[in-house]
C-alpha cells in the first residue's frame, strides 16, 4: 500500500509529487497517458502571471503570487527556460482608464510588487513599438514572465522520480473505493492501494471527487484556442500583451515565448467533451480578429501551427486545495484553471503541506532539489561546441534543422530519468519537431532513433502513445 497516489502528471500533480519528496514517503503518480505533460499543462499561453487578476482573499490570488515568486529560483534549481519579461495590459481609450486603475489596486491588494500604470505615450511606444497607436494606457507588471512549460512540468516530475516517487503511465484510473485504511484505485493496469489520495486530474478532477463526496463539484472545459507564430515574428513585442476587458469584449493576448516564437490567443469556449482539444474554424477566425486590436502590424502569415488547451473551469471560479470533510484520506487539487501553471509551485507545497501533517512525514535526508536539463549545444561557444562533438559525435549530428536539435540532445531525452517514449516525448524535450517544418523533416529521423535507443519495431513508434502509430508496415509486407 502506498503512502499517496496522486491522479495526473501535469503540473499539479507533478509539483505535488517534487514537494512530497522532500519527506521520506511511498508515493506515486499514476497517469493515463504515456508521458508527463499530456493534458492541459501542454497547451497554454505558459505565462508566469504577476497576480492581479484572481479576487483578493482568493486561495487563486495567494498562489498566483507566490508562485511567481517562487517561479525564477525554481527555473534556476531544476533548470528549465524562463524570461522575467514582464507584461503589459493595454487600455485603448480614456474612458476605461478606471478600470485598469481597478486591476491595479487589486494587485496591490493581492501583494504584486513594482505594478505600474503608464499613460506616457512615448514612453509606452518605446518600450512597444508595435502597440497599437491609439492606446491610452498601460498596467506595467515588471514580474510577470514567460516560462517552458514543458520543461517545467518535465523537470518537477524527474525531479520527483529521482528523489524516490513511482509514476506509472498508460494507467488510467476508473474507479475508486474506501478500504480498511484508505483506498483501493481501479485502473486498466490493475489495482492500487493508498492511505491518501491526491486528485489532480485537471478537467476530470470532478469525476474523482463526485465518486467520494457528497458535497458535488463541476468542471466545464473551457477551450483556449492559439496560433504559434515563426522565430521571424518572436520580436514583434517583447513583454506579454494583455488586452483590458472591456467595450471590445475580452481581447486575446500576444506574447514572446521563451523559445523566440510569437504565441496568439486564447479564446475562451466552453464546451462538453473533455477530450475535445482540437481547434475550431470559428474559434481561430475569432482569435485571427481580435488579435490586431492591441498590436499592430502582427505578421499572421507567419503562423507555423495551431493548437488548442482546455481550462478545468470549476462554476465556482476558485482552486479547490484540501482534505475533503466527508472523505478523509482524498485531497482534491482541483478546478486548477489559470493561474494553474503559475501558482504549481505554491500548489506542490500546499499539498505537501497538508500530506505531511496528516502522515506525519519526516525529512528525507537524501532530497536533492536540483536538476541538470538536456544540455543545449546552443549556449555553448563555438570553441566548446566543437570539444562537445570531439567528445561525443552525436552533437554534431543534426537532426532537427528547424530547431537546430542534435542526435545528442534526442539521446540525452529518451535515456535521462522519465525519458522520452514516443514523437511528441522528444518534441517536448528537445523542441525537434516544433519549428516551422512542424517535423515534416526529423519525424522519420527520430522515429529511427527511438527504434535503435528502444528496441522497439518501427511499427510501434507512435506520435504520443496509444494508437498514434506512424508505420503501418514495410512495403516488403504487401509482395
Ligand atoms: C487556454 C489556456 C491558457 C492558459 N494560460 C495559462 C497561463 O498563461 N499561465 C498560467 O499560469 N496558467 C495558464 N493556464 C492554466 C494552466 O495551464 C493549468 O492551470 C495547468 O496546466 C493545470 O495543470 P494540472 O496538472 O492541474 O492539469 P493537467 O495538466 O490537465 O493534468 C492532469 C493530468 O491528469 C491526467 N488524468 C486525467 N484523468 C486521469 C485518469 N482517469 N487516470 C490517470 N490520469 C488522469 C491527465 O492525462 C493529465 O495529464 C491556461 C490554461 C488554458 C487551457
Same mark, same amino acid.
Given at each position: ?7 495526473? %502528471? $501535469? =503540473?499539479?500533480? !507533478?509539483?505535488? #509529487? ?7 514517503? /511511498?508515493?506515486?503518480?499514476? *497517469? ?103 492606446? %491610452? $494606457? =498601460?498596467?506595467? !507588471?515588471?514580474? #510577470? ?7 517545467? /512540468?518535465?523537470?518537477?516530475? *524527474? ?108 479564446? !475562451? ?211
Amino acid at each position: 500500500m502506498y503512502d499517496v497516489i496522486i491522479i495526473g %502528471a $501535469g =503540473v499539479s500533480g !507533478a509539483a505535488s #509529487a517534487r514537494e512530497l519528496s522532500r519527506y521520506k514517503v /511511498n508515493a506515486c503518480v499514476l *497517469e493515463r497517458e504515456e508521458d508527463v505533460c499530456c493534458g492541459t499543462s501542454k497547451a497554454n499561453s505558459a505565462i508566469v502571471h504577476a497576480g492581479y487578476d484572481a479576487a483578493e482573499g482568493s486561495l487563486m490570488a495567494r498562489l498566483n503570487v507566490e508562485g511567481n515568486q517562487i517561479m525564477p529560483e525554481l527555473a534556476r534549481e531544476l533548470d528549465f527556460p524562463f524570461n522575467p519579461c514582464g507584461s503589459f495590459v493595454v487600455c485603448l481609450d480614456e474612458e476605461s482608464l478606471p478600470d485598469l486603475r481597478t486591476l491595479y489596486e487589486r494587485g496591490v491588494k493581492n501583494g504584486v510588487k513594482d505594478l505600474e500604470i503608464i499613460t506616457d505615450k512615448a514612453r509606452i511606444k518605446e518600450m512597444e513599438p508595435n502597440l497599437a497607436d491609439e492606446v %491610452a $494606457g =498601460v498596467l506595467y !507588471a515588471p514580474t #510577470a514572465g514567460i516560462v517552458c512549460p514543458f520543461n517545467l /512540468n518535465i523537470a518537477l516530475a *524527474e525531479n520527483a522520480y529521482t528523489n524516490g516517487v513511482d509514476f506509472k503511465f498508460n494507467t488510467e484510473v476508473t474507479d475508486i473505493r474506501r478500504i480498511e485504511g484508505g483506498w483501493a484505485l481501479e485502473t486498466n493496469q490493475g489495482v492500487y492501494e493508498t492511505r491518501y489520495v491526491v486528485n489532480a486530474a485537471g478537467v476530470h478532477a470532478d469525476k474523482f471527487h463526485n465518486m467520494v463526496s457528497g458535497t458535488k463539484i463541476h468542471i466545464t472545459p473551457r477551450r483556449g484556442d492559439y496560433c504559434l507564430l515563426d522565430k521571424s515574428a518572436g520580436n514583434h513585442v517583447s513583454r506579454t500583451i494583455f488586452a483590458l476587458p472591456g467595450k471590445y469584449g475580452k481581447g486575446v493576448l500576444v506574447s514572446p515565448t521563451v523559445h523566440g516564437n510569437l504565441i496568439v490567443g486564447p479564446t !475562451a469556449i466552453d464546451i462538453e467533451d473533455k477530450e475535445a482539444t482540437a481547434t475550431t474554424r470559428e474559434g481561430l477566425d475569432e482569435l485571427i480578429a481580435k488579435a490586431g486590436m492591441n498590436v499592430k502590424d502582427l505578421p499572421m502569415r507567419q503562423v507555423i501551427t495551431s493548437f488548442a488547451g482546455l481550462r478545468a473551469h470549476e462554476d465556482h471560479h476558485e482552486f479547490i486545495i484540501k482534505e475533503l470533510e466527508d472523505a478523509p484520506g482524498f485531497v482534491d487539487c482541483a478546478g486548477i484553471e489559470s493561474p494553474g501553471l503559475t501558482s504549481c509551485p505554491a500548489i506542490g507545497r500546499m499539498v505537501a503541506g497538508i500530506l505531511k501533517e496528516k502522515l506525519g512525514l519526516e525529512p528525507n535526508p537524501q532530497f536533492n532539489g536540483s536538476r541538470k536539463g538536456i544540455l543545449d549545444p546552443d549556449t555553448l561557444t563555438k570553441e566548446e561546441q566543437a570539444e562537445l562533438i570531439k567528445q561525443n559525435p552525436a552533437y554534431g549530428n543534426i537532426i532537427c534543422r528547424c530547431e537546430m536539435v542534435t542526435e545528442g540532445e534526442i539521446l540525452d531525452a529518451i535515456h535521462r530519468p522519465l525519458g522520452a517514449r514516443s514523437l511528441d516525448g522528444i518534441k517536448r524535450r528537445t523542441r525537434a519537431g516544433m519549428g516551422r517544418c512542424q517535423a515534416g523533416f526529423c519525424t522519420p529521423r527520430s522515429m529511427e532513433l527511438l527504434h535503435r535507443e528502444l528496441g522497439l519495431p518501427m511499427t510501434e513508434i507512435t506520435k504520443a502513445g496509444g494508437d498514434s502509430k506512424l508505420v503501418a508496415g514495410t512495403n516488403k509486407d504487401r509482395i
